[in-house]
């Protein structure tokens, strides 16, 4: 299948989206006029071998003065992983005053969930669903990095994950296009800034594209999606962050279907470029040039490096082909002057828009004042507690009422474990700044608290847990922090056995039979598996890696001094073998109808058919939590959904008007989910989409009449023809608290 992408109609209206710049040109980055003749008189003073340069990064690595000629050469355009405010100076005193050209570095980091001051993991900022905090997280993860000299972020993430097994599952916001985009505008603003000044860090979009459909969810693997499916659920996060004026990309380790994304011109040039208008800087992934030829995508460096030019690729983060091949590609004819010209100017373009050429130093004294600051360590907390899923909480354990409970036994390997409680890429948390679960615990029930760690990590194998159980018997309330520690998700961290790993489930049944309340507190970087679990508990709250500040966090939603409000980004399944599972399927021919389950009947011999329909005859087709689920101390109802009209122009909006009650006794949350389903398309569609949400906050007891709007040009997917559009046709459409409820509401677009 081939679409035809150039719809002319489309260009204009996303041509008229974007910010004007001089000249009748468009830029998606905010460039101007001004800035585009800047960089044509750099452009024009400079050689060949310093354009080359530009398009060069290395990792930093030891001391200065081992690439400090290089800079002096103009052969290094950005650094990596330099994140000392000193050394940054000097690096940036180099290229400013002793290279010909005096083009300031750019300064680049994985800060991917805060710099020193960490925040939950991005699976868990997008269980906040509230794209206003997640905004405020990155913006103080951009203050404390630009104060030491990084301006460039290589995050979010915008990775699409219907595989839990993926250890980058953590890194993303999970398995739903809607709500990734929304996060993907949220981070970008934080970055950048809504007014760009000295503390604006380039956001990088990354992995472009289809990175997280790995086969078997093993890192690196190969991915075969096609292109109706990069265009209705891979490919919209990342426009919708080119169009919140994302200055960078970068090209993804995969291949799909066949063409390694790092020399794919078709994502990188036809779509990227020449449909949404980026102008911005793109970079690869560390050495993914390189590995081209391990692909067998290339015969050598200079083939692939050749062939990543052509695609769309401006800078080589650490093949060091560019460096090493381009000139005599240029030489020889096999590769145009021209077209590194364009590559130079989207880095110089950067580089102008983040003002590095008018202010290229930091300050180092008040570049340590900001780190930890307590609005950060505030923004953190608050973060860390909408983050948390409360999965389950029966008879109202939680939230613990202290004047009631007496003893508190805190156990498992992840209640004090700073380090662990960080998660994947946080190479610039401290533990000395974390504060864990047992001691924020200890500070809000002082005196109360017992600890037995029972395991003192995770994958440790036990079989007696009778120093555990004797605690929990002295206790009122056992809270169980579990889970996998950092190191089990993240990049190449890919599982094939998702349940509680190591004795972890054996502790919690131990607790179990010791007859005392038990909470379980799992922090971990992937939904796992927890259907074996849940009987040894009474509450289960989910809290991903929180974060620097995951402890008082926990402590305050514990307390009831915070309530829940985290919902599900990704499905939970019961089993690994129900991968993939996700909320946003296609309808199939046979959709599920309540079949039996083989535990519910008697096998009799010759017996062959169990219902014709599509689940799985040991797990349903069920997962054990759906898409947007997540309870609250309090309760939410939903009362009379509404559309203002039963249909509906293509130009229209749907007006949704529903009233949400708060019917407990806490002030909370609730996050209001409307999906659609479109009944009849050219192609099939899926069972629903989400199509917007908003968290709303009601008082105990009250009530309110919301109203949303939601354009009916959202409802536009890429169909049978090739072109986005929205297909005329009946619709149903649901306002709920997550994917698996609510009464369906007809309407027609005409
Ligand atoms: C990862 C990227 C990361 C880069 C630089 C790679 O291994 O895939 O996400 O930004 O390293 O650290």
Redesign the pocket.
């Known amino acids: 299948m081939r679409i035809t992408v150039k719809s002319t109609l489309l260009i204009l209206a996303s041509a008229l989206m974007l910010q004007s710049c001089g000249g009748g040109q468009v830029s998606t980055v905010g460039s101007d006029q001004e800035t585009e003749k800047r960089i044509e008189s750099i452009l024009s003073r400079m050689t060949l071998a310093e354009k080359i340069g530009q398009m060069n990064q290395v990792s930093a690595g030891g001391d200065v003065a081992s690439y400090a000629e290089a800079l002096r050469k103009g052969q290094i355009g950005s650094v990596?992983n330099e994140v000392d405010p000193e050394k940054v100076n000097e690096l940036q005193r180099i290229c400013v005053e002793e290279s010909r050209l005096g083009i300031p570095l750019l300064v680049a980091r994985?800060v991917i969930h805060g710099f020193h001051t960490v925040f939950p993991i991005p699976l868990g900022l997008a269980a906040t669903f509230d794209p206003a905090l997640v905004e405020q997280g990155a913006r103080v993860a951009a203050v404390e990095a630009s104060a030491q000299g990084v301006r460039w972020t290589?995050s979010p993430?915008l990775d699409i994950a219907r595989d839990p097994r993926w250890g980058r599952i953590a890194e993303g916001s999970g398995e739903d296009t809607y709500l990734d985009a929304r996060m993907a505008e949220a981070m970008v603003h934080g970055y950048q800034g809504r007014t760009p000044d000295s503390t604006s860090v380039a956001a990088c979009i990354?992995?472009f594209v289809g990175y997280g459909a790995a086969e078997g969810g093993r890192d690196y693997n190969s991915t075969f999606l096609t292109e109706r499916q990069l265009r209705n659920i891979y490919l919209p996060p990342f426009e919708a962050a080119v169009r919140a004026g994302a200055q960078t990309l970068?090209t993804s380790?995969n291949d799909n279907d066949g063409v390694p994304s790092t020399g794919n011109a078709f994502v990188l040039r036809d779509v990227l470029r020449d449909e949404w208008g980026f102008d911005g800087l793109v970079v690869t992934?560390?050495n993914s040039m390189g590995e081209m030829v391990s692909h067998g995508f290339g015969t050598d460096r200079k083939d692939v490096v050749a062939k990543a030019l052509a695609a769309g690729v401006d800078m080589d983060?650490m093949t060091f082909g560019f460096i090493s091949h381009l000139e005599d590609l240029v030489r020889s004819g096999a590769v145009s002057e021209k077209a590194i010209d364009n590559a130079v100017r989207n880095i110089l373009r950067v580089k102008l828009l983040l003002g590095l050429f008018e202010n290229p130093y930091v300050d180092v004294e008040a570049s340590r004042a900001v780190q930890y600051a307590p609005a950060h360590l505030e923004a953190a907390c608050r973060t860390a507690e909408a983050s948390a899923v409360l999965l389950k909480n029966d008879n109202g354990v939680l939230p613990l009422d202290s004047g009631e409970v007496r003893r508190i036994l805190v156990t498992g390997p992840l209640a004090d474990a700073p380090h662990d409680q960080l998660g994947t890429w946080s190479f610039d948390g401290e533990k000395d700044h974390t504060v864990t679960p047992l001691a924020a615990l200890r500070e809000r029930f002082p005196g109360k608290v017992d600890y037995v760690p029972g395991l003192r990590y995770s994958r440790e194998e036990r079989e007696r847990f009778d120093d555990v159980v004797a605690a929990a018997r002295r206790a009122d309330v056992v809270i169980a922090f579990v889970g996998e520690e950092a190191i089990l998700s993240g990049?190449a961290h890919c599982l094939s056995n998702l349940d509680l790993i190591g004795s972890q489930s054996a502790l919690l049944k131990a607790l179990r039979a010791s007859g005392k309340r038990v909470v379980a507190v799992v922090m971990a970087g992937r939904p796992l598996t927890i259907e074996r679990d849940l009987p040894n508990c009474d509450a289960l709250l989910y809290s991903f890696h929180p974060g620097t500040m995951g402890g008082p966090a926990l402590a305050r939603l514990i307390s009831g001094d915070a309530v829940p409000s985290g919902k599900t980004p990704v499905t939970f399944l019961r089993t690994v073998g129900q991968v993939p599972m996700y909320y946003n399927h296609n309808m199939t021919g046979r959709p599920y109808n309540n079949e039996r389950l083989l535990k519910d009947i008697e096998l009799e011999a010759g017996q062959t058919s169990l219902g014709n329909t599509s689940y799985y005859l040991d797990s349903g087709a069920a997962p054990l939590f759906p898409f947007g689920f997540g309870l609250s101390y309090t309760g939410f109802a939903y009362s009379g959904a509404r559309l203002d009209k039963d249909a509906y122009s293509p130009s229209d909006s749907l007006s949704i008007s529903v009233t949400l009650s708060n019917t407990g006794k806490y002030d909370g949350a609730e996050v209001v989910q409307v999906y659609v389903r479109d009944l009849v398309g050219s192609v099939t569609r899926p069972v629903k989409e989400l199509k917007y949400f908003e968290k709303v906050w009601l008082k105990a007891g009250e009530s309110r009449e919301l109203s949303f709007s939601i354009p009916v040009s959202e409802l536009a997917f890429w169909g049978l023809d090739g072109r986005k559009k929205v297909e005329a046709g009946d619709f149903l459409l649901w306002v709920a608290g997550d994917s698996a409820t609510g009464e369906p509401i007809p309407f027609k677009v005409l």
């Open positions: 990596l994985d290589f993430m990354k992995h970068m380790f992934d560390w983060m990049e």
